[in-house]
């Protein structure tokens, strides 16, 4: 089995000094607690290779535009796949920012590439906020969230994602998520290949992407 603290690590959302775009984050969203994960260093951060664990498959959400958007359509393509939600002050911007990196570093070959973002916090994240969230990092990008008939849940399991609200009973508006932290490089068959977890360099996740290109 894959190793449990790669994949059941939950980054409580804290901001930092020098805070990335965030987009309608509200003014009362405060620090969680201090057990909440901080990226390792770079140098050392591995990706796990994933291609023998059960994990994954295709799914169904919507995008910004309001149209279904399912994994499968994306065959032919490398996707890069996180979850968070557009009111997280530090984690989920971060690596944004690292995935709008990994595809400059990527060059040319990023055109074979496609990032996504799928929100974990459907109460506060309509497709259309998610859709605007992620083109703030880069134009290209896709963001999702759930809609009628579509289920978080059972998404959430199929790729071992945890996720808590935080203080939403003193402030049912204003809340933290916690969540797992880290994105999955997915190949061109749509088969999960590489986690990268939270804090991976761009350089490293493009080395991982340039194998499945």
Do not use: W
């Not at 350089?203 to 499945?212: F, G, M, P, S, V």
């Amino acid at each position: 089995m894959l190793g449990a603290a790669a994949l059941a690590l939950l980054a409580a959302c804290q901001p930092k000094d020098k805070a990335a775009p965030a987009a309608s984050a509200p003014a009362s969203a405060t620090q969680t607690s201090a057990s909440a994960a901080k990226p390792a260093a770079k140098s050392n951060v591995k990706s796990v290779d994933m291609r023998k664990e059960d994990i994954g498959g295709d799914f169904a959400m919507t995008d910004g535009d309001g149209k279904e958007f399912k994994l499968s359509n994306m065959k032919g393509k490398v996707v890069i796949l996180s979850f968070g939600y557009t009111h997280c002050p530090d984690v989920c911007p971060t690596e944004l920012l690292t995935q709008a990196d990994t595809l400059k570093q990527l060059g040319d070959k990023a055109k074979d590439v496609k990032v996504v973002f799928a929100s974990v916090d459907p109460e506060r994240d309509t497709p259309e906020l998610v859709g605007k969230y992620v083109k703030q990092f880069n134009p290209d990008f896709i963001g999702l969230s759930v809609t009628e008939g579509q289920s978080l849940p059972v998404i959430k399991q199929q790729y071992r994602v945890v996720s808590a609200k935080i203080n939403a009973d003193k402030d049912p508006k204003n809340y933290l998520v916690d969540h797992t932290a880290g994105s999955y490089v997915i190949d061109k068959d749509g088969e999960v290949a590489f986690f990268e977890p939270y804090g991976s360099a761009p350089e490293n996740i493009a080395a991982d992407i340039k194998t499945l290109l």
